[in-house]
Every structure is written in structure tokens, then in C-alpha cells.
């Protein structure tokens, strides 16, 4: 390895380093206390579904999701902040209790699972969404495989029993030759597995705005979605620069009797400030799960859509941990 690659890697493993935190002991009985509370007796919180982290002004009052790795009395501890680039690794991580350094083993669950694991590299074009697996004593781990080096962010969203939705983050080094890439270009259109899929509406900072995404395969209309997730379509979008984490659904669900298993998939979304932003969709079709993505800007001067298709996220079908 050359004296810059040594460089970047140790720049990477040093940062997830400090990024990590402290070492927690384990226990079998459950540990899920209610959410803590501000001095004003408001709830600060944001996680699964949480789509108004902000306000019109683009000003938080509170911090989006996963830019934290400690909120609310609860801390993500990340077992394995390094991983080799192009190799398998076991991904290990707990919720730990801050006021008693204990696992969480207690979890409500939230769209057919328990905890959401998300994993995004800085630059946006590698996506993971992964379901682990628990152990009693309330450590998680899962297999994950990233394709290149670099720099990632490991997001939990998850509900603990008796307490609010959260959602937690982590920095992740990923060893090996590092080049960076941009972000992709902006667009309207993205191709992923042979389908195509097309957005419609405008990612709003402080404002609920209704984004539209429509589903099709050799020119017709896919009218046959399966659920994922207990929905026809699942939505992550991370702000560019920080990774600032906004997760949201569809309204309605499969077997309401309103909605259709597609072409169209629509949500309800705001966006916490001004900026660029990438947005994943997962969605199911003939027993696969694919991911659509797309860079989209909310406020401030638009960027002209591209008229080129947006490439597909580095994101494996049927990659181990995207269960369906």
C-alpha cells in the first residue's frame, strides 16, 4: 500500500474511532425505561417515521435523526467501528442504557421488525438497508459487505418499550484504496434491476410537501407491488454533508382497501433545512427487493434536473441482512 492510501485509511479508522462509544457490559433481563423528557416536559425526539425535524425558517429546533450517537438516554454502541473493503464482516453493535450502561433488550416493533439498520457511505452512493439479528443480552449483528473504501455512517432506528422513537448514529471506517466520488447529479428519473422509476414533487425544508414515486417496467406501469416492511415502498432520505437522517412512509397500507399496490407510491416528507439531498426507495416485486435513488435539492436555488437517468445505489439484491 502507498504512503497516501496508509494515510486515508488511518484517517478513517481514527475518526469511527473516536466517533464510537464506551464499552457496556450485557444482561438477559429485559431494559427498555421510558424516554426521558426536557426540563420543559417536551419530547425531543426523531426516528422511524419522524418527518418534522425543523422549521420554515430552516432552523432545528432539534436535531434530525442520526447525528447523534447518544440522545435521550440512549447510546449506539458500535462493536465494530472498521471493516475491510470487499470483505464480509460481522457487523456488531447494542442500544445500550446510559443511566445503567445496560443492552435495551426491549423493543416495539415498528414496520414488521424491530430496529431498521441503515448503512450509507459519506459520499451517498453505497446504501444498505439491513435487518439484524438480536441476541438475548441485546447485541446486534448482522453480515455486511461494502464494496468500497471510505468513510460511512451506521444508522439504528428503532422504538424502545415504554419509550419514544429514535434514531442513532455512528461512524464506520471501511479499509482499503480510497477514491472519492460527487454526488450523483440531480433527476427525476432513476433505473434500478430493469425498472424504471420517476419522481414527482418537491422536498420542502420546514414544510410537509407530498413526494410521488411511480413504478414501471419495460414501458407498463407496475400495478403488482408486494409489501415491504408493511408497505408498498420504504423511503430514506439523508441530507448531503452531515448525513442528516429523515425517515418516512407512505400513507396507507397494504389490505386498507384504498391502496393500491401501485404504480405510485406516495409520501408525506419535510426536510429539516435547505440542501442537497439523496433519497432511497425500497420497493418489492416478484419476491426482490430493489432501491431506487435519487439527489434531489429542497429550497434555496434549485439545481437543473439532469436528463440523465439517475444511477442505481450500490446496494445488492438480495444482499445478506435485506430480508424481506
Do not use: C
Not at 444482561?27 to 425505561?33: L, T
Not at 433527476?187 to 414527482?200: E, F, I, K, N, S
Not at 399496490?261 to 440542501?275: C, L, N, V, Y
Not at 439545481?303 to 445505489?313: D, V
Amino acid at each position: 500500500m502507498n504512503t497516501g492510501a496508509r494515510i486515508t485509511v488511518f484517517a478513517a479508522a481514527l475518526a469511527a474511532t473516536f466517533g464510537t462509544a464506551y464499552g457496556v457490559g450485557t444482561v438477559i433481563d429485559p431494559v427498555s425505561p421510558a424516554a426521558s423528557t426536557s426540563a420543559h416536559g417536551e419530547r425531543h425526539t426523531a426516528g422511524h417515521g419522524d418527518a418534522h425535524a425543523g422549521t420554515g425558517g430552516g432552523r432545528e429546533e432539534t436535531p434530525p435523526g442520526g447525528l447523534e450517537i447518544s440522545r435521550d438516554g440512549y447510546t449506539l454502541d458500535l462493536k465494530t467501528p472498521r471493516v475491510e473493503a470487499g470483505r464480509t464482516t460481522d457487523l456488531r453493535f447494542a442500544v445500550v442504557q446510559d443511566g445503567t450502561g445496560r443492552n435495551v433488550t426491549a423493543y416495539q416493533r415498528q414496520h414488521d421488525k424491530e430496529l431498521h439498520l441503515i448503512v450509507a457511505s459519506r459520499d451517498l452512493t453505497v446504501f444498505r438497508h439491513l435487518h439484524p439479528v438480536r441476541a438475548a443480552d441485546g447485541t446486534w449483528s448482522t453480515p455486511l459487505d461494502l464494496p468500497r473504501a471510505g468513510g460511512y455512517r451506521v444508522f439504528a432506528d428503532f422504538k424502545p418499550t415504554g419509550g419514544d422513537a429514535l434514531t442513532l448514529g455512528a461512524d464506520l471506517a471501511a479499509s482499503g484504496p480510497y477514491r472519492a466520488a460527487g454526488l450523483p447529479e440531480t433527476g427525476t428519473t432513476a433505473t434500478v434491476d430493469g425498472y424504471r422509476v420517476r419522481l414527482a414533487g418537491t422536498l420542502t425544508p420546514g414544510r410537509d410537501s407530498e413526494l410521488t414515486l411511480t413504478v414501471s417496467r419495460d414501458g407498463k406501469p407496475v400495478r403488482d407491488l408486494q409489501p415491504y416492511l408493511g408497505a408498498y415502498g420504504h423511503l430514506v432520505a439523508l441530507r448531503a454533508g452531515d448525513l442528516a437522517y429523515l425517515h418516512v412512509h407512505p400513507g396507507g397500507e397494504p389490505g386498507d382497501g384504498t391502496t393500491r399496490p401501485g404504480p405510485a407510491i406516495s409520501f408525506t416528507a419535510m426536510a429539516p433545512s435547505p440542501g442537497a439531498y439523496r433519497l432511497f426507495l425500497d420497493f418489492r416485486h416478484e419476491g426482490k427487493v430493489h432501491t431506487a435513488a435519487f439527489t434531489v435539492h429542497a429550497g434555496g436555488p434549485a439545481a437543473t434536473p439532469s436528463t440523465k437517468e439517475a444511477p442505481a445505489p450500490s446496494a445488492k439484491e438480495e444482499a445478506p441482512g435485506h430480508t424481506h
